[in-house]
């Protein structure tokens, strides 16, 4: 059977819709700063959530479509949200991790889908034919990821907003696509407040430095 992930705008994730945060007053070592953001464990502690991954086949050429692009997104940001979804492909290929992320065509098929949306915050989400909970409440952001047995993913789908604030949606995108690729918590408190995607307190950090790009070159190493 598969497993399901939810991350939430406001830096909520977990499996099967149980939430993974942790709090962190202070800045981890490595070790413990990948653990925490790849399987739950706190500092020094067990996972408390399986690690999951891209399997090798699809991780070197992962393929991103842009499902739809409702006219009412559209109207509010314009051509926003493609260009915070190449900036965040670009990200995640400068990382030095070994996965390459690549965009195809709008609306082909992808492992990976994302869904620009006139859904507003609060709202159920509703998106015919596209196999997620129908009805969730949408929050700025989701991603839905699936993976095997195996722990190895091979399926994600990515819904922004239409009530995103414009300055927002570079960052969120950057953390909804990076979640996607196996990293299923989100880190509360104010250690890393602006310097890590995975705060759950900040919508400001548009680029993977230090820890983050370190915890996806140990996710995906060469």
Known sequence: ????LVALLACLA???FADSQLVIDRILSDDDFYRAVSCGAPPGGACRLD????????SRDLT???ADTAKGFARRHGRAGEKALAAAIGEINRT???????????GAPAPVQVW???I?????????NVSIPQGDRMEGARVYIWWTDANQIDRAVIILSRDLLPEEIRSVMLEELTQSLGFLTDLEGNAYTDTSIFSE???????LEGQDRMALRRHYPR
């Open 64 to 66: 991103i479509s842009v």
């Open 14 to 16: 977990g499996a099967a």
């Open 1 to 4: 059977m598969k497993a399901v």
């Open 96 to 106: 030095g991790a070994a996965l390459h992320l690549r965009r195809v065509a709008d």
């Open 116 to 118: 620009f949306t006139d």
């Open 201 to 207: 307190f900040s919508n400001a950090v548009t680029g």
């Open 120 to 128: 507003a915050e609060g709202d159920p989400i509703v998106l015919p």
């Open 51 to 58: 690690t999951v991954r891209w399997p090798q086949g699809l």
